[in-house]
């Protein structure tokens, strides 16, 4: 496939970012790509410009490219995926997992875009539907993980935990993490989850700060449907995707969890494999 439109998430609050974009946007001139800019800052580059808000404006894009890190990118993908547009991103932050391309090989990347030396490579997500009383309240995909947790600091979440509809645990935890073999290096790992390869099609299962020595991490089938519930009595609970909040989740509320029709269509620029990566992001202050 032949990219010509380019869109361009960047992350402003970030000085870097601001500072490279206008080199960005000539980079893209110099080789033969349409660069397209948010909206509200799309006339002062004399660029094109897509509406985040307007879904229309993103489907005539062949690729898009976030200027941040990895919760740019997510940001950026909570638009592009419902589109099916491939894209990639460049990292100005610090361990950028997702976004492959580091700064100093911005001029190699979009060089090698223009010429078609890529690859596409396709991340399963999660969907999570929030059922009260037979009616869905709220639906959402994630492509790192999903998490319900406690609503306040001091209170633990009570919750059980069903898999294809049988009993599968009970959990006093601050939450749980439900995250795609891709969200294995994010909340996840944090939490003592394993780390996995990306292309598995698995969810992990992790508690946060379990208030139980026989609480561990669990990878399951990614085409297994897992409910969760809140023990009677529990306070109420956050539901969030990516690290944004969706909604409160009360007792008697149900999350059911399972495979997303969506995917991400991740544009590959580099050779650099997985277990590299591993290496270089997580073992470097070793």
Known sequence: MTIKRLAIFPNLSKEKVCIALPEIVEMCRDWNLEPLLPKNIAEEYDCAAYDQQNPATLQNLDAAVSLGGDGTLLQMARYTVPAQVPAFGINFGKLGFLAEIDLPGMRKAISRLSQGKYTIEERKMLQASVIFKNKVLATTHALNDLVLAKGMFSKLAHLNMYINGKPSGRYAADGLIISTATGSTAYSLSAGGPLVMPELDVS???????????????????????????????????????????IEVDNGTLVRIEKSPYTMKFIRLTSRDYYQTWQQKLMRNI
């Open 204 to 246: 992990v299962i992790t508690p946060v700060c379990a208030h139980s020595l026989a609480a561990r991490a669990l990878v399951i089938p990614l085409s297994e449907c897992i409910e969760l519930k809140a023990v009677p009595g529990s306070e109420e609970m956050m539901l969030a995707c990516d690290g944004e909040n969706v």
